[in-house]
Structure formats: structure tokens, C-alpha cells
């Protein structure tokens, strides 16, 4: 009798692993409480998946051996207690379809800077004319493309939520960006139940694998000496120098990995900013243990592009320059937006709090921002914490209103930064609709 795998959620992770375990012959059936999309529907009714939207029939549910669950869904929703207490293991996507895969996988996690790096990663990769995919929490789904194609490496960006599913699976390279807390809602707002997560994409690691992680981010390294690892460890750095690892010298960073050197000048990266000098060391750092060439490189890292939603230049209307952000779903996010921000910013914050703590932000906002634009359908907080810094506080709850709102009160040199703290989900279907949106109501203007 075929294995019966049950996979709640119909997304892109969903209907990805609904198709490889069909190929994979199992007796497939998907359920999702929300509203399928119709191209999901007709994958699942192309590959024979039988499913259900709207609702969860637990009776079904709980004849599976086994449960993919999308990242999206709390462990602590009903259906999900009902799978668990019946002792049904509850698995990722990510998980499922790392076994049926031999290629080298690198996996990169962090609160910050995932998806940038990632990109830059696959983008790297494929200018050095590699078979790679690029997968997780970008793009097509890993499941989908281990059904669908055959590459040689995947580079995938994992969330926390991915991470808490994974038990067999194994990273060749994986890459610890930094620690800040984030989704705390998700973790009993206890920051040492996140950083385990996240650790956990070093787990079943070899002498032969690496581990790549930030030097200067105090609650990775404070966390590191509680972790039992075989993986070579490599550090990054903007304060120290590392005999294997990549730093800088102010002026270049520097990339060692065993015999082999890279060095550039850091005003030659296409990705400008401290947070994206991380972001960079850690691309560079991994082609070094892929032994791409230095031309590759470098070529690479001058002519990378950024990915939309991060600080992406949306446009210029008279004299001020729009920048969409809306992937900074957190406090760290913003920090660095803010941090690189050399005009008068008119700032669009707000949506769905985290349970964030503002603090971090207080002497940025109160030097750099001159109008609080909030975004949102609750803005008691970001008034509570942000009042007495900044001299105009206007509330909207549409994008609409929120940039015509920031266009009326800028002047020639501003920067209106869509940089939102927080998550999307009260007035948006994610941030990508949310940036999305911006760009549109900037384009009216």
C-alpha cells in the first residue's frame, strides 16, 4: 500500500511537495483552510492530487503517515495540536524534498539579509555557469524543482518556521547572517526558542561542510559556544581580521578559504551599505569553497542588482526619491535602512506588530526622520514609541493614502522609505502585495 502523505497549505511549499510525492508514489492528499489559487489548482488537478479549500477534514488528515506543513501555519493552531497529539510526524517541505535529492545545497537563514544573499549566491553561481536552483523562501518551491528539474546545487533561503521542520535534512554550506529577534509571537516570545531555530541549520553537519556565520553578531557568537559542531567554521567581519573567513580593512574585503585569496574594494560592490558588505562577504566567501575564479567574483559583485522590496529605488518625483522596502518586516531591517539614509526621510511604518521592541530605532528615527507616516490598522504602538521623537505623526490605512499623505509633506531632497517593522498581513496578502501597492499608488503621483 502506498505511504499517505497529507500536506496542509496549498502555496507555492504546499502544492511543490503535493507534486514531487505524487512522482514520488504516494498517496497524496492536501487540504488548505483558505482559498487555493486557481493556477495552484490546476497543478494539483494536472499531477491527480486530490485536495480541499476552505476547511479541514480531520477525519482525512489524520489517516497520513506522515504531514508536510506549510511554514505559515503555527504549531499551535487546532488541526496541527490534533496531527502531533495523534503522533504523526509533522515535517517542512524543505525536509521532504531534501530526500530526494543528492545535489549540494546551500543554505542560508538569518533575521536580516536572507533573500539578498541568496540571490547574490544563485547569482554568482550561474555567471560561473553552474546547474543551480534557487529555492525556499524564494522562488519556485524546493520540492517543485526537485520534482520538476535536476540541478547540480541548490541555494536555499530558509526561514525559522522552515527550519522548525527539519530533522534529517543536511546543508553542505550553511550561513548564519545574524540573530535579532523576530517572529517572537511564534516562539513564546522567548528569543532562545528563535535562536535554536535557527541553529538549526547547522544541524547533522560533516568535517567536510561549512559553516559561515557573522563574528560581530553578539547573539550568534554567544550562542555558538553552546552548539556541538563538526563543520569547518568561517567566520565574517567588518571589526576583526580572521585567518580563514572574509573581513575588512575599511577600504576591501578580503576572502580566505584554505590556499585561496579574493580582495575588493568595497566601493566597487553593486550592493552598497554595511549590512550589504556582510551580504557580500558571505557570497564571496561561499564561491571561494565552490572554487569559482576571481574574475567571476568580481564581475558578479560589481554588476548584481537588487532584489524588489529591499531598499529597492522605486523613483524620483520632484526631487524626492521613493524607496520600497517593504521586505524590512522587522526592527533590525529598518535600523539598517535608516542607517544608510543620507537625506530627510519621510518614513511609512507599521501593520501586523511582532511583539517589537523600538528601542534600537529611537536615536535614528529622532535624527533622520522627519514625518511618521503610519500604516496599519493599530499605530498605538508606533505613536507610544515614536511621539515624542519625531515633530509629524500622521496615521492612513490604505497605501493610497499613506503616499499621498508622504508626497504632501516632503520637500525637494527628502527620502520617502516604505520600511515597515513589521509584517503585512492586516492590510496586505504579504509584503511582496505591499510593495507591490507602493509602487503603484508612486506611480500615480
Known amino acids: 500500500m502506498n505511504k499517505r502523505l497529507v500536506i496542509l497549505g496549498g502555496g507555492e511549499s504546499g502544492v511543490g511537495a503535493a507534486v514531487l510525492a505524487k512522482k514520488q508514489g504516494y498517496d497524496v492528499f492536501l487540504s488548505d483552510s483558505g482559498v487555493i489559487q486557481p493556477r495552484a489548482k490546476e497543478l494539483l488537478e494536472e499531477h491527480h492530487v486530490t485536495f480541499e479549500e476552505g476547511m479541514h477534514s480531520l477525519p482525512l488528515i489524520l489517516t497520513a503517515h506522515e504531514v508536510v506543513k506549510s511554514p505559515g501555519i503555527p504549531d499551535s493552531v487546532p488541526v496541527v495540536e490534533d ?112 535562536v535554536r531555530a535557527k541553529f538549526r541549520i547547522t544541524q547533522n553537519m560533516h568535517e567536510d561542510d561549512c559553516f559561515i556565520f557573522c563574528r560581530d553578531d ?109 521586505k524590512a518586516t522587522n526592527v533590525n531591517s529598518v535600523w539598517y535602512a535608516l542607517e544608510s539614509m543620507k537625506t530627510p526621510v519621510v518614513w511609512i511604518a507599521g501593520g501586523q506588530d511582532k511583539g517589537n521592541d523600538y528601542t534600537p530605532l529611537y536615536d535614528l528615527v529622532a535624527e533622520k526622520v522627519r514625518v511618521l507616516i503610519c500604516l496599519g490598522l493599530d499605530n498605538e504602538k508606533l505613536h507610544g514609541s515614536f511621539g515624542d521623537k519625531v515633530p509629524c505623526i500622521i496615521d492612513t490605512a490604505t497605501m493610497e493614502d499613506a503616499v499621498a499623505r508622504a508626497y504632501e509633506n516632503t520637500t525637494p531632497g527628502d527620502t520617502v522609505l516604505l520600511s515597515p517593522a513589521c509584517a503585512s498581513f492586516d492590510l496586505f496578502r504579504n509584503y511582496e502585495d505591499r510593495g507591490d501597492r507602493f509602487r503603484e499608488a508612486v506611480r500615480h503621483l
Not at 522548525?164 to 513564546?188: Q, V
Open 218 to 326: 553578539e547573539i550568534s557568537v554567544e550562542h555558538l559556544n553552546r552548539i556541538v559542531l563538526k563543520a569547518k567554521m568561517l567566520p565574517i567581519s567588518q571589526k576583526a581580521s580572521v585567518p580563514q573567513g572574509a573581513f575588512t580593512d575599511g577600504e576591501r574585503m578580503l576572502v580566505k578559504y584554505g590556499d585561496a585569496e579574493f580582495e575588493m574594494f568595497l566601493n566597487e560592490l553593486a550592493l552598497q551599505g554595511k549590512h550589504n558588505v556582510y551580504n557580500s562577504m558571505a557570497a564571496a566567501l561561499s564561491a571561494k569553497i565552490m572554487n569559482i575564479g576571481n574574475p567571476v567574483i568580481r564581475e558578479s559583485l560589481m554588476s548584481f542588482k537588487s532584489i524588489p522590496h529591499r531598499m529597492e529605488q522605486v523613483a524620483r518625483v520632484r526631487g524626492v526619491l521613493y524607496i520600497n522596502d517593504s
Open 83 to 194: 496531527i502531533l497529539h495523534a503522533g504523526i510526524p509533522v515535517i517542512s517541505e524543505i525536509e521532504f524534498a531534501g530526500r530526494y535529492t543528492g545535489a549540494r545545497k546551500i543554505c542560508i537563514t538569518g533575521s536580516n539579509g536572507k533573500t539578498t544573499t541568496s540571490s547574490l549566491i544563485y547569482y554568482l553561481l550561474r555567471n560561473a555557469g553552474l546547474n543551480v536552483g534557487l529555492a525556499g523562501n524564494v522562488g519556485q518551491s524546493f520540492a517543485y524543482q526537485v520534482a520538476t528539474q535536476d540541478h547540480d546545487i541548490y541555494v536555499l533561503e530558509l526561514s525559522s518556521f522552515q527550519l522548525d521542520g527539519m530533522y534529517d535534512f543536511k546543508a553542505d554550506i550553511a550561513i548564519l547572517l545574524n540573530i535579532t529577534p523576530d517572529h517572537l509571537d511564534r516562539y513564546d516570545h522567548d528569543l532562545r526558542e528563535y
